[in-house]
């Protein structure tokens, strides 16, 4: 399964370099074209809601992230 989510917030934590992320699937309130040319709108039509927080406690990815940026989540089964 893929979901495509998107920065919504970038939580600091006083006295730690760990960050928090908050994502949510993508969505516009003001609806998408019927034509269907915007992606976005795929993912909003079968997955139409989603929320996922993770904290980054790896030094070498923080800072590298910024809100309203969009990522594809892939998630496939483990043993």
Not at 7 to 30: C, D, M, Q, W, Y
Not at 41 to 68: D, V
């Amino acid at each position: 399964m893929r979901a495509k989510m998107q920065i919504t917030h970038i939580e600091k934590f006083e006295g730690s370099p760990n960050e928090r992320l908050h994502f949510t699937a993508v969505s516009k309130i003001s609806g998408y074209p019927a034509d269907g040319s915007d992606e976005d709108n795929s993912y909003a039509k079968f997955s139409p809601q989603g929320n996922l927080t993770l904290t980054i406690a790896n030094p070498a990815l923080h800072g590298k992230f910024a809100e309203g940026e969009k990522y594809y989540l892939d998630f496939t089964k483990t043993d």
